[in-house]
């Protein structure tokens, strides 16, 4: 594979060879296994853009996100723009394309400082998003914490390349969220490959070092679970996904929704105040009603 | 078009040869063959700087029209299986982009084409990638420097089996060792579907001093030749009109 031979300093301006679109780029966002991803500006619009080696790849990736930009009417991925090939001075070709900036916050910066009920939370949001994209007969594939981002309280996906029509073998995956990795299953795209990869999402809020698999992967899992601070609720449902408990992201959703709308016990509210002696009971009370009123609102959209 | 079935020799080693004919020619004479030889170079967790010799993982995979990753232990069952998959869509684009230049004239290939138009041909390549069939031959040296990256090396193994057989086409894997005293290379799991019964395949070998590749690599290509035709199993019915070709 040749190797990036460039370095866009803010201000570079880079025409595409096809469409003949110019970008300006203002910064650079990340790097990925295949390219580089810049902010840009076209005509006052702000957008992300990607320049690779291997245009196999971020073809694919064109592919998908052209695909799944809109499922059935809901927003899944960030949004197509433009694919190009751009031409350097030294008359070296890259493949390039350009989408919706997604402006957000990574996972657990936004996790910081808030309450565990954040974790059922998150993955709620997940798992509704998952339900529309395992309808159209895709699994997200490389579902990961660094492919995320928090954008106004909603997680939203910033990388498709991963995704992968049912039946068929997951190429792009990260051990950490791969039930392969843990001996839970094989590497088929199917819907409960995606619901184990929320359930190691769960963990890693818990966990963000990770952990390895060691030599038995399935007692590893157990025992990090059974010591994670997270509600019960929560354990309860991850166990059930690792015992094959749930078929769609659904099932899997309606558990934790089911946790989040009850009310807090009497027994648990005081348990909890004396554990955390810092936060006041008052404070609790207030974030568990403002999850509620996110959970409701949720509920509300997802029935439009 | 036609998936067909893929051959490739995984060669996994830690150094260098240093006996027999060159391992490059070999490799060259593999790719002629029709076999694709990648190579992947192991090396300790903490070693520091690349140990000599292992430039010649490079010039072995490029001869032998495959891929080569230097990589250390821990990474390597995420290597295994990216460099298969990796010379596996080589091949394919290879195979297509002489098609399109019967089509679109010499010179041609997919990098040239609009990128409408390129992003049809991935997803043939794609397509063709997930249903080809395809043999992997894992020759592992094993000699005395790579005895403790073993286990590793195993688990690997397992999970590229995992990885190849989530796919629609077939698999087949052999897994031989080298040095052997004996015959230059040692068949340690005859070919298979799945590599998951591979527990204790390494504990009894014998190493000697010396790295014979060149001759291991012949030895390889000589058992894909003599391995026998075994029975498609898609025969007997029409895969490519189901999956939409």
């Known amino acids: 594979m040749k190797k990036l031979d460039f370095n866009f300093t803010p201000g570079t301006t880079l025409q595409g060879k096809w469409q003949g679109h110019t970008y300006r780029i203002l910064k650079k966002l990340g790097e990925g296994a295949c390219g580089v991803v810049y902010l840009c500006k076209r005509n006052g619009h702000t957008y992300a853009l990607k320049v690779g080696t291997d245009s196999s790849r971020m073809m694919l990736e064109v592919n998908m996100l052209k695909k799944f930009s809109k499922v059935q009417g809901v927003k899944l991925g960030p949004s197509f723009v433009d694919v190009d090939d751009w031409v350097t001075p030294r008359r070296l070709t890259y493949p390039f394309y350009v989408m919706e900036y997604v402006q957000g916050q990574p996972l657990p910066a936004f996790l910081q400082g808030k309450s565990k009920d954040w974790i059922a939370l998150t993955a709620v949001q997940l798992l509704s998003d998952l339900e529309h994209l395992h309808a159209a007969g895709y699994a997200f594939g490389d579902l990961k914490t660094e492919n995320l981002l928090v954008s106004a309280s909603r997680v939203r996906w910033i990388d498709v390349g991963g995704v992968t029509a049912f039946g068929r073998a997951i190429k792009e995956f990260t051990e950490f969220y791969d039930r392969g990795y843990w001996g839970c299953g094989s590497r088929k795209s199917e819907a409960q490959y995606d619901l184990f990869a929320v359930t190691m999402i769960m963990l890693e809020m818990v966990y963000p070092k990770r952990f390895i698999k060691g030599k038995d992967p399935h007692k590893t899992l157990h025992h990090k679970l059974a010591l994670a601070q997270m509600p019960d609720f929560c354990k309860k449902v991850i166990t059930g996904c690792w015992q094959g408990k749930y078929q769609t992201a659904k099932e899997m959703k309606k558990g934790l929704e089911k946790g989040l709308m009850k009310r807090p016990s009497k027994s648990s509210r005081v348990s909890r105040a004396t554990a955390k002696k810092s936060s006041s009971d008052r404070s609790e009370w207030g974030e568990w009603i403002a999850i509620s009123i996110l959970v409701t609102m949720f509920y509300g959209l997802s029935w439009l | ?245």
């Open chain 2, 1 to 245: 078009m036609k998936p067909g079935r893929l051959k490739q020799i995984l060669l996994l080693t830690d150094g260098c040869s240093n006996y027999g004919e060159d391992p490059v020619v070999v490799a060259a004479l593999a790719r002629n063959q029709g076999v694709t030889v990648n190579v992947i170079g192991v090396l300790d967790d903490e070693q520091r700087n690349h140990p000599q010799g292992l430039e010649e993982v490079e010039s072995i995979a490029e001869a032998g029209g495959g891929v080569s990753q230097i990589v250390y232990q821990k990474n390597l069952s995420q290597t295994v299986q990216t460099v298969t998959r990796q010379a596996m869509t080589q091949t394919i684009q290879g195979v297509v982009n002489n098609e399109l230049q019967q089509i679109l004239g010499q010179g041609k290939t997919m990098e040239e084409l609009p990128p409408e138009q390129r992003g049809e041909v991935v997803e043939v390549v794609d397509d063709l990638g997930e249903m080809c069939d395809l043999e992997v031959l894992v020759l592992v040296d094993s000699s005395a420097s790579m005895h403790h990256k073993l286990p590793t090396v195993k688990e690997a193994l397992y999970d590229l089996s995992l990885s190849l057989n989530a796919r629609t086409g077939s698999n087949q894997f052999s897994i031989f060792s080298f040095p052997d005293p004996k015959s230059t290379i040692k068949k340690m799991i005859d070919w298979t579907p799945e590599l998951d019964a591979i527990h204790g395949i390494f504990s009894k070998l014998s190493s000697g001093g010396y790295t014979p590749t060149g001759p291991a690599l012949k030895e390889a290509l000589y058992s894909f030749a003599s391995k026998p035709v075994e029975k498609n199993r898609h025969d007997g019915e029409d895969p490519y009109e189901e999956a939409g070709f």
